[in-house]
């Protein structure tokens, strides 16, 4: 297997995609000749023009509503909005129109498109392009909120939720773009609502996603060797749908469990999978009180000092595990 | 002036009157608290939907507004169906799901009513994108009200469609109001199609209580549309009624309303069809009467199904 970045695999999932069904078709601002404001399209246009790799004004609420008619009339669109932090302009079209249009019309219609948006903080870009604002579409029946943690997930889990016939929320993290991981060539898919286990362990669970994966990952490491402490490392990949099953079988096995994520404590997806866990049988198995770590309930501040503090860190995760399992 | 055949006239008619009918109904059933939540009617205005929906093509798309019972009907819809959806039954076109603000009939090319003023504008765009990649011959009618122009979703969406010439029509009818709010008070253009201009695409104001112009204005458009990208076309016509259901009217007068009636649509067709001497008096009351069956049909068809059942509250909230 061969390595490639974050970003390749996103795009090696699109070109994939795109020479297999001329119905997949990409647009957003700038995802033409200037390849994305993250460079996630560079050279995509060379391969398949100006039709199939649209460069759009920027209205990110017709980008999302075209997107959404396009599919239910027999496309398979991709739209990108540049930061995730804008997706509020395209809220309406987003929530109101895809996210309900099968429902609303007796599940005569199906709207298979994918809105893929960067995520996260550490930029330095300030409140407005640095949110992680995926619980906001969870709470949204019909969408479907896909956050990949790896290149080889990345690849796998765009080429599923590219074939999906509903409308699909995949938030990507900026400060993944460049991280590095073997991802398989070709045809390669990983279907969303299956979690992944990246590390077993038996002192307790860390259930993360995102660009905390790989903090919690080196959280884990090093507690292995500094402390003796075990740590089970569970990440859902898509939050909906939840792969409840993997996440409740570790914290049974586990008994003790800790949740990561950068978004905001207060409404975060982390109570969602806290109660998860508490509404089954693995309460009778906890050791401790479920434990949250999230973003402070703040924007995101500007001065890099500040805004690396904001967001869970290595120590504070690794104290927080101590504590979980040492009381 | 476009020949337009007898078969046509009377097509054009008939829904025309179906959409005063059914609506009449639906207000009468409101009244007798046989029909919950809100509707909103659009009883005056027919001459639009039927005109602009009578001159397209079969293949041709329509995405509709909340005011959408006109645009239904003249695109072609099961009656019964529709009906029955409005009474939230099974048999209805959207499971009884959807309501009247969601009736959707895809294969008739109808891509939905919309709850959202203006929300429906960015899916016309996206329908017409669908039918330039896949160079299908056909146009997308993407239907608003005054109101919707002030809406930041009809300024990017004409915008969109200007600039990749994607072949829809946009249809504004302008029937004066957004609720209470008189368009003479929510914008300072008195000509709506003026804001065309703005995104390098005509912009034509026609009568929209009369039927023939506004069917000879569509067949234009449309073959403008097909050829050069979008075009706006301002409906300028009249709601009687309420916004919803229930309204007391205080935002307007009696004078205006009633300026307005004698300009009605449907009297206005009426008068054509027996001055140009196309139909007789008994021909009329023929269509007339066969338009009323067909509503009281739809009213037992209706009545007579079922309520779905709780089990299907989970239903198609994914495919």
């Known amino acids: 297997m061969r390595e490639l970045t974050y970003a390749q695999a996103i795009r090696e999932a699109m070109c994939h995609e795109m020479r297999r069904d001329e119905n997949v078709f990409l647009m957003g601002e700038d995802v033409g000749v200037y390849g994305g404001a993250f460079g996630v399209s560079v050279g995509m246009i060379e391969e398949f023009g100006p039709e199939r790799v649209r460069d759009t004004p920027i209205s990110e609420a017709v980008i999302a509503g ?12 991709i739209a990108e909005i540049m930061f995730s932090d804008f997706i509020t302009i395209s809220m309406d079209q987003l929530v109101n129109q895809a996210a309900k249009i099968r429902y609303m019309f007796g599940g005569k219609a199906k709207v298979p498109m994918v809105l893929r948006a960067p995520a996260g903080s550490g930029t330095g870009a300030a409140a407005q392009h640095s949110q992680s604002p995926e619980a906001w579409y969870c709470n949204v029946p019909g969408l479907k909120v896909v956050i990949p943690s790896t290149p080889a997930d990345a690849k796998g889990l ?10 699909v929320l995949f938030l990507e ?47 884990a490491e090093q507690l292995e060797k500094e402390e003796g402490i075990s740590v089970e490392i569970v990440d859902p990949r898509t939050l909906v749908p939840l792969d409840k099953e993997t996440v409740i079988n570790s914290a049974k096995k586990t008994g003790r469990v800790l949740i990561v994520h950068e978004a905001c404590q207060t409404g975060g997806f982390g109570g969602e999978l806290a109660a998860v866990i508490a509404d089954s049988d693995a309460f009778f198995y906890l050791d401790a009180p479920i434990m949250r770590y999230g973003g402070m309930d703040v924007p995101i501040p500007y001065c890099p000092e500040l805004e690396r503090n904001v967001v869970p860190v290595l120590e504070n995760t690794k104290k927080k595990i101590i504590q979980l399992v040492r009381g | 002036m476009i020949q337009i055949s007898k078969q046509k006239l009377e097509e054009m008619y008939e829904k025309m009157l179906l959409t005063r009918y059914f609506e009449e109904k639906v207000a ?10 809100t509707t909103h009617l659009y009883v005056g205005e027919e001459a639009t939907a039927t005109g602009v929906c009578c001159a397209l093509e079969p293949q041709d798309l329509i995405a509709s507004t909340h005011r959408g019972h006109g645009h239904c009907i003249s695109k072609g819809i099961d009656l019964n169906r529709m009906m029955a959806e409005l009474l939230g039954k099974e048999s209805g076109y959207c499971k009884g799901k959807g309501g009247s603000m969601h009736i959707a009939d895809l294969g008739r090319g109808n891509l939905g009513a919309n709850g959202v003023v203006g929300g429906g504008i960015p899916l016309a765009v996206g329908a017409a994108l669908t039918t330039k990649m896949k160079k299908i011959d056909r146009i997308v009618v993407g239907f608003f009200g005054d109101g919707a122009t002030n809406q930041g979703t009809f300024h ?19 029937n004066k109001y957004g609720i209470s709010m008189s368009r003479f008070r929510s914008m300072n253009v008195s000509d709506i199609a003026v804001r065309a201009s703005s995104y390098g695409m005509p912009g034509k104001t026609i009568d929209g209580n009369d039927v023939i112009a506004v069917y000879e204005e569509t067949k234009k458009a449309r073959d403008y549309v097909r050829e050069n990208g979008p075009m706006l076309l301002v409906c300028d016509t009249y709601r009687y009624l309420g916004h919803s ?7 307007r007068t009696k004078e205006e309303i009633a300026e307005w009636k004698a300009k009605d649509p449907i009297k206005r067709m009426r008068a054509y069809l027996l001055e140009n001497g196309a139909f007789s008096e008994a021909e009329i009351k023929s269509v007339e009467e066969k338009a009323k069956r067909s509503i009281e049909d739809a009213v037992e068809f209706a009545q007579k199904s079922p309520y779905p059942s709780i089990d299907t509250i989970m239903d198609d909230v994914y495919a």
């Open chain 1, 66 to 77: 075209a997107a959404a008619g396009a599919a239910v009339t027999g496309m398979r669109p």
């Open chain 2, 28 to 37: 009468y059933f409101f009244s007798m608290g046989m029909v919950h939540g």
């Open chain 2, 156 to 174: 990017e969406s004409l915008n969109l469609a200007s600039i990749w010439k994607l072949p829809v029509l946009f249809v504004c009818e302008d």
């Open chain 1, 173 to 219: 993290q900026k400060l993944l773009y460049r991280t590095k991981g073997d991802v398989p060539e070709g045809e390669y898919t990983v279907p969303l609502g299956k979690a992944a286990v990246h590390r077993e362990g038996s002192d307790a669970t860390v259930i993360t996603y995102g660009r905390m994966l790989p903090m919690c990952m080196q959280a």
């Open chain 1, 158 to 167: 765009l080429i599923s939720a590219i074939r999906d016939d509903n409308p």
């Open chain 2, 245 to 251: 259901k229930s309204d007391a009217n205080v935002y």
